[in-house]
């Protein structure tokens, strides 16, 4: 298997020209998210680094057909996200990106709806996704998926990022997180809204928050970005699926995921990172070749890390290994 690395071929989806597509999004009233979610009320709460970014998630239900707010019987399920806006600029700003956003369909992207911009309120309506955010399942001690899934769930998030690479050109600005990956029902991976901070997150700020493992070096000593640190900073997220450690969790001297570095390439030390809640229920040899995949996104010269549609290669890859 080597490295898991191929050459670079086309994208499995082809890139989407955002100027063919039409903006088809419902412009709600903050009257009619407030019937959908009965009076906002709280479901979900994701954070992000240094618990700043909190994102909290109201469900909804709308008509399917004409997505007026509806009663849960007869309704489809919604997620709808507050976005805080400082300024009637920034809401401004922050409308033009949503239109954007909604031009860009891909299967493992959250979709988006519709949107409420009116009274200095900002609000995203989203497909609903029952099985939340990544973090939730990886973090919480109860849960353990197995090994199937967090490949499945890897490979489409991967898919989704390479595809945005390929229409934005650019960096997601340290938006990659475990909790911006919503599953489905299937687990299918979808990633919420990443694209710019002035779509999901509080404020308007494009500098990464706090110093933490999804942190790439470059940024740390330079100050710059690239598509090379969302490889990185997925790279970490791989290795959160691998180990079940948490990069943003406030870890001892030791506890941190950088320190398990060395024992990604070792079939024999590759046992004492593994999450211990899956046991010995996961084929070694792909957990080997997981572990040279992340060690190359890691890497701190960003030539020598893969473009994430390798990544994306690499990880069918990986998948195909049964021993």
Not at 177 to 199: H, P, T, V
Not at 295 to 302: E, F, P, S
Request: include cysteine; hydrophobic fraction near 35%.
């Amino acid at each position: 298997m080597g490295n898991c690395l191929k050459p670079l071929k086309a994208l499995t989806i082809p890139p989407i020209s955002v100027e063919q597509e039409k903006e088809n999004l419902k412009v709600f009233s903050f009257a009619e998210l407030k019937k959908a979610t009965k009076k906002f009320k709280e479901y979900m709460t994701t954070n992000g680094d240094d618990n700043r970014f909190a994102q909290t998630f109201y469900k909804g239900y709308i008509n399917e057909t004409t997505f007026a707010p509806s009663r849960t019987e007869t309704g489809i399920a919604v997620f709808v996200v507050e976005c805080l806006q400082d300024s009637s600029q920034a809401q401004q700003e922050w409308k033009e990106e949503v239109k954007s956003r909604g031009k860009i369909p891909h299967p493992n992207l959250v979709k988006l709806l519709g949107y409420c911009c009116e009274d200095n309120k900002s609000f995203l309506v989203l497909e609903y996704l029952p099985k939340e955010s990544l973090d939730r399942h990886i973090f919480e001690k109860n849960k353990a998926l197995p090994w199937e899934i967090r490949i499945k769930i890897a490979i489409g998030a991967a898919q989704g990022l390479a595809f945005l690479h390929s229409v934005k050109t650019s960096s997601l600005n340290g938006e990659l997180r475990m909790s911006n990956i919503m599953l489905d029902e299937q687990y299918n991976a979808k990633l919420f809204a990443i694209g710019s901070k002035k779509l999901c997150f509080v404020g308007t700020t494009t500098r990464i928050v706090g110093r933490n493992d999804y942190v790439p070096p470059e940024y740390v000593f330079a100050g710059h970005l690239d598509m090379k640190s969302d490889v990185y900073t997925f790279g970490i997220i791989l290795l959160e699926l691998l180990t079940g450690l948490n990069a943003l969790a406030k870890h001892d001297d030791k506890q941190n995921l950088i320190w398990t570095k060395p024992f990604l390439s070792d079939k024999d030390k590759i046992r004492e990172i593994i999450d211990p809640r899956l046991g010995s229920d996961y084929p070694m040899n792909a957990a080997t070749q997981m572990g040279k995949l992340i060690k190359r996104c890691i890497k701190v010269d960003t030539k020598k890390r893969p473009l994430m549609q390798q990544v994306f290669d690499g990880l069918n890859d990986i998948e195909k290994i049964k021993d």
